[in-house]
């Protein structure tokens, strides 16, 4: 179901906030201690879900879109007076003292919040396998990954937990999950949705993005959470977002050069079989040459672990969670950040102090931001000629839990997606035609992007070609 479905059925007021509460309770009580997409889930979301009725009883049409919506956090994104752990056991017991931007946003909307999900320690990871609260399953196959890192709130949609879900996207960790799950997965330009309140990874990069059953829900969410924030400089101010007319005809790009020897060839397929559709639909598609988008996976892999580095030094047994206690003070932070993170956040604090090491910062960390500013230019110049670029979200369908125990093959899950937060740019990944593994039907997601800014675009173009022809508004 999507939020405008939803909505109407709450006006009408046959099915109501509580009605939708108490299934989606159940679905939760039924599943998720198999699939584990929740961390932790509200019981206080009942009274939530009843205010909601009541407001639906008593002024109908006239309350906000999202009232009574239920929607499932990623426990990355702080909630007041909830936990907030990041899948870490440094932050196991932390309790966030304020909310973020975004989720006071909802709660001004009546929003009714299921519970928090899933992820990959401090969102690090492509399958949500990395987390201290153990592995989230695939609902469509539970011997599967979800994908990450925001897999849980891919499993809670995809489960039927919440309508709608949010997500953090640093690399990938909406879009993923979305392909994977058979789900619509945003990421916003960079600075369009507030960043106060969400646990730092790498933070040029990290946007909040959304899960959702349409490309309209997409729209409904980042309406309603974007614009200025004052406690996040880096916020930009809607009105000054270019005005991105609507067209019925688009000219889109594929990046060839792009496109992977090593993708699985069912995926390339679908890819292919979904060109052919947009040009029956009439438009226009061309091929374009990206070369340096192929660098993106290498200077991701420098930027983003610099960033961690930097961000994750605030963990130190004494300000959040965990403190281990050792005979000085040294030792209480070693012991702590010793016990506290998993390996693969050790792995980027190191690999990130030593980018920015003083004998190495010129080698590495400055040649990933030169290589970034030039795959912005390189993308500049490419949007003079079209309006979207295309690409897979993900080379293979959801692998196999414990399949990628390699960490290189794990990144590599990453290669259509971290581009797109180098640049800035906002991208969408739709849910096309699945494919055949062991007798089930996995999804398979298409990624189009935009330049910076041109969120609207992609609403308008995913709409028309996305949410029309399955008959949802
Ligand atoms: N999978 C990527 C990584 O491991 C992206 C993570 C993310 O977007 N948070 O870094």
Redesign the pocket.
């Known amino acids: 179901m999507t939020i405008t479905e939803l909505r109407k059925k709450f006006i009408e007021g046959k099915y109501t906030p509580l009605n939708a509460y108490e299934e989606m309770r159940a679905v939760i009580d039924a599943k998720n201690a198999d699939i584990n997409a929740f961390i932790d889930v509200f019981d206080d979301a009942r009274e939530e879900a009843m205010r909601a009725t009541e407001q639906y009883a008593e002024k109908g049409n006239d309350t906000p879109i999202l009232l009574g919506m239920p929607m499932a956090i990623k426990n990355n994104i702080l909630m007041k007076g909830k936990r907030a752990t990041a899948s870490s056991k440094i932050l196991e017991h932390y309790v966030a003292p304020y909310d973020a931007t975004i989720i006071t946003r909802l709660k001004a909307q009546g929003a009714t919040f299921m519970g928090t999900t899933n992820?990959?320690e401090?969102?690090?990871?492509?399958s949500t396998e990395n987390s201290a609260f153990g592995v989230t399953k695939n609902p469509i196959d539970p011997t599967r990954v979800p994908g990450?890192?925001?897999g849980g709130s891919g499993a809670a949609v995809a489960m039927g937990a919440a309508v709608v879900a949010l997500g953090?996207?640093?690399?990938?960790?909406?879009r993923?999950p979305a392909s994977f799950c058979g789900l619509v997965g945003y990421k916003p330009t960079y600075g369009a949705v507030s960043r106060y309140g969400l646990i730092a990874?790498?933070s040029s990069?990290?946007q909040a993005g959304t899960f959702t059953n349409s490309v309209r829900d997409a729209e409904i969410l980042f309406e309603n959470m974007s614009g200025k924030d004052i406690y996040d400089a880096t916020t930009i101010n809607s009105d000054t977002y270019p005005l991105v007319a609507t067209k019925e005809k688009y000219r889109i790009g594929i990046p060839r050069d792009f496109l992977l020897e090593g993708m699985d060839a069912d995926v390339l397929a679908v890819f292919n079989a979904e060109i052919e559709k947009l040009t029956a639909l009439g438009h226009d598609v061309v091929d374009v040459s990206l070369p340096l988008m192929k660098r993106g996976l290498a200077a991701?892999?420098i930027v983003?672990p610099a960033e961690v580095s930097s961000n994750l030094a605030r963990y130190d047994g004494v300000r959040f969670g965990l403190r281990a206690e050792g005979d000085t003070l040294l030792e209480d932070y070693m012991k702590t950040r010793a016990e506290g993170f998993g390996t693969?956040v050790k792995r980027?604090i190191l690999l990130g102090t030593y980018v920015l090491s003083a004998g190495y910062y010129d080698a590495y960390y400055g040649k990933a931001e030169t290589v970034r500013q030039m795959m912005r230019a390189e993308l500049a110049e490419v949007y003079k000629n079209i309006d979207i670029i295309m690409t897979p979200t993900a080379p293979t369908p959801a692998f196999k839990i414990g399949e990628k125990s390699d960490p290189l093959s794990?990144?590599l899950?990453?290669i259509f997606?971290?581009p797109v937060?180098l640049t800035g740019v906002p991208a969408i990944s739709v849910p096309v035609t699945p494919v055949l593994r062991d007798d089930i039907l996995l999804p398979v997601g298409v990624q189009y992007i935009a330049p910076h800014a041109g969120d609207a675009r992609l609403f308008d173009f995913g709409k028309k070609v996305y949410d029309t022809p399955k008959g949802i508004t």
């Open positions: 992820l990959d401090f969102a690090m990871g492509s990450g890192s925001s953090t996207d640093t690399g990938g960790s909406v993923l990874m790498g990069l990290d991701y892999y983003m693969e980027r794990m990144y899950a990453d997606t971290v937060n």
